[in-house]
């Protein structure tokens, strides 16, 4: 039987391999704080942007209700049933229903919105088909028309008419 030679040998250890894991250091900007603050502050100056835009362009906005024009006599073939007039941002929406009171139905049959200024003239036009076509007689048909905005309007008025034809109201 042999014996070792040395002690040594005997009570050696093992040789430790030692795994480090490197990683990789990224290249950092700001620390976090300062991104943070940069971040509110190009916030509050995107929402001042914003407000004072907004605050420019509905400058010259009236936000006074239009008064609804008395209607213009006509065939008296179509009555107007319920109308929403809403003027915001720069456009006036006009919508509503329209009754045929005729005996037979009526095709293309358009609503014009007319904005009037305080002499009742003319400033502003816009028209758009009803949602039915042709107008079935006894029945409604909504409708809705938008157009832009005029600051001397005081009045609109709303007719209805054949497409490029007589009018109906």
């Known amino acids: 039987m042999s014996m070792p030679l040395r ?3 005997l009570a050696r250890p093992e040789p430790v391999v030692e795994l480090r894991i490197s990683r990789a250091r990224r290249r950092r900007g700001p ?23 907004s605050a420019r362009g509905s400058a010259g906005d009236s936000t006074a209700p239009l008064a609804i024009a008395p209607f213009s006599p006509g ?5 107007l049933n319920g109308l929403h007039v809403e003027r915001r941002l720069g456009f006036v929406s006009v919508a509503g229903s329209v009754r045929n009171r005729a005996a037979h139905p009526i095709p293309r049959v358009t609503a014009v919105v007319e904005l009037l200024d305080a002499s009742d003239r003319v400033v502003q036009t816009d028209s758009a088909l009803v949602a039915f076509d042709p107008l079935p007689a006894g029945e409604a048909a909504p409708f809705k028309v938008e157009c832009s905005d005029a600051k001397e309007a005081v009045k609109l008025r709303v007719r209805f008419q054949e497409l490029g034809g007589a009018l109906l109201n």
Do not use: Q
Not at 31 to 53: M, N, S
Not at 75 to 79: E, Y
């Open 7 to 9: 002690i040594e040998e």
């Open 31 to 53: 620390d976090r704080a300062g991104r943070a603050v940069l971040i509110c502050a190009l916030l509050a100056l995107g929402w001042v942007v914003f407000a004072v835009g």
């Open 75 to 79: 065939s008296g073939t179509l009555a």
